[in-house]
């Protein structure tokens, strides 16, 4: 079982590979919409990334007004 | 018309094959170009039953498929009339966009939405019109209408409910959430999954495949498997602008268009 730990920084650097940005410039209690300048659409992206990547599924309303990767990956733990 | 170069979509006959491609910024959202585009398609699918065996449908957009409805038209349409005329107007959309479903999903030929990204409202309507539903890994399906106080109005629900159980109908419809396409295959919306970036070269080698059948056979094997749920159609464009009429969808509207939230699509 992973640690919320583990998780967060699984999500960071999923997050970093993903809108390929530098490694190390995202951390866990970034803003990802203002850090990464993503808009929704994006952010579904890397929500669909994050499914596939830990074998789960997060509706849409338990990440509604998520906007750090420690949350998110808060909401992640509880489904895995 | 064997090709077709218009300001929302393209198509292009080859081999027995249409590939219909919709290219409107920033994600195909259906508005009222993209609809007279689609109608010039839908007007040309019987010259191309001649000689046509598969058709494939998909998006040179980069953020998918189609996001669905032009929320920003249709509100800034719906404001600049007085009541009656907006919801004749919108019953016309309706009944505009209705016509170029059946006409699609009637056609002889076998239809394949090949599909990636965001395939939302109006954009998972026009996919469900076709036969078989090819999926990018990383595509996600929803029906967000809920949230605007409305029901999908382009023939999803009757479409959903012939293809799919009744309880992933009902959680799709009733939550508004999205699904990905592991659990979109899981349930029978989509077909086969492709690699990211593959939706098209998987599309088009079932196409290929498809050329191989005898067009008589292909066309009532179809008919029969695929039976047009009209009368349900006909309810949903009733709902639809049933609902439509209610100040409380102009406002959700209007919040949506508005709106400065990170995710507008997400209320």
Redesign the interface.
């Known amino acids: 079982m992973r640690t919320l730990e583990q998780t967060t920084q699984e999500v960071v650097d999923l997050a970093t590979r993903h809108f390929n940005v530098a490694a190390g410039s995202l951390s866990p209690s970034d803003d990802f919409?203002k850090k990464l300048g993503i808009?929704?659409?994006q952010?579904?992206?890397l929500?669909?990334?994050l499914?596939?990547y830990f074998g789960i599924?997060l509706?849409?309303?338990e990440?509604?007004?998520v906007?750090d990767f420690r949350t998110l990956a808060e909401r992640i733990q509880s489904r895995l | 018309m064997k090709s077709f170069s218009g300001k929302a979509l393209r198509w292009e006959w080859r081999d027995g094959v249409v590939e219909l491609t919709l290219d409107r910024e920033p994600?195909n959202e259906i508005g009222t170009v993209m609809l007279t585009d689609l109608e010039k398609f839908a007007a040309a699918i019987k010259a191309l039953e001649a000689d046509t065996a598969a058709c494939i449908i998909s998006s040179s957009q980069k953020?998918?498929f189609s996001?669905g409805a032009d929320l920003r038209e249709l509100y800034h349409g719906a404001i600049a009339l007085p009541e009656k005329e907006r919801n004749a107007g919108v019953r016309d959309f309706v009944e505009r966009s209705h016509a170029i479903a059946n006409a699609i999903d009637a056609a002889s030929f076998v239809t394949i939405a090949a599909v990636h990204?965001?395939c939302f409202g109006g954009g998972l309507e026009l996919a469900l019109t076709c036969d078989i539903i090819i999926a990018d890994?990383?595509?996600?399906f929803?029906f967000p209408e809920l949230r605007l106080g409305l029901i999908p109005g382009f023939g999803g629900i009757p479409r959903l409910k012939r293809d799919l159980g009744n309880a992933f109908v009902r959680d799709l419809r009733l939550?508004?959430?999205?699904?990905?396409?592991?659990?979109a295959q899981a349930v029978g919306l989509v077909a086969q999954l492709a690699g990211e970036g593959e939706a098209l070269k998987v599309a088009r080698a079932t196409a290929a495949q498809i050329t191989k059948f005898d067009a008589t056979t292909r066309a009532a094997a179809k008919k029969f498997l695929k039976p047009i749920p009209y009368a349900e159609l006909k309810q949903e464009v009733e709902i639809f602008c049933e609902l439509f009429a209610r100040p409380a969808v102009l406002a959700a509207l209007k919040k949506f268009v508005e709106s400065n939230d990170?995710?507008?699509?997400?209320?």
């Open positions: 919409f808009d929704s659409l952010a579904l992206e929500l669909s990334r499914e596939n599924e509706p849409d309303y990440v509604q007004g906007s | 994600a953020r998918g996001a990204g965001v890994k990383m595509a996600r929803a939550t508004g959430r999205s699904v990905n396409a592991t659990r990170a995710m507008p699509y997400l209320p």
